[in-house]
Nanobody
Framework: QVQLVESGGGLVQDGGSLRLSCAASGNIRIIKTMGWYRQATGKQRELVATISNGGTTDYADPVKGRFTISRDNAKNTVYLQMNSLKPEDTAIYYC????????????WGQGTQVTVSS
């Protein structure tokens, strides 16, 4: 099992910045890629960004050029730096890590609220 704990959410004004962190613990050998998803009220959960164990990144189109995902493997932590935030970025942000050995098995954090005021 893997436990994921997010931190860093909060309230920010339009155009502001926030940095989210996700610390992984437990049997971390069973995860490689980590990522961030978000879910706004009344909408489906959507992918924001992913990062491989080697540092290869991928971003959803709405956040490209504004968000940066990174990781510190020594600390088992992944980060999401969010700049130029917009009200439409308001959502609960979840950390995610698929089990590398078992397709369909994924681990999720509890989520952290990000609110961008206009």
């Amino acid at each position: 099992q893997v436990q994921l704990v997010e931190s860093g959410g909060g309230l920010v004004q339009d155009g502001g910045s926030l940095r989210l962190s996700c610390a992984a613990s437990g049997n971390i050998r069973i995860i490689k890629t980590m990522g961030w998803y978000r879910q706004a009220t009344g909408k489906q959960r959507e992918l924001v960004a992913t990062i491989s164990n080697g540092g290869t990144t991928d971003y959803a189109d709405p956040v490209k050029g504004r968000f940066t995902i990174s990781r510190d493997n020594a600390k088992n932590t992944v980060y999401l730096q969010m700049n130029s935030l917009k009200p439409e970025d308001t959502a609960i942000y979840y950390c995610n890590a698929p089990n590398r050995w078992h397709v369909g098995v994924e681990y999720w954090g509890q989520g952290t609220q990000v609110t961008v005021s206009s």
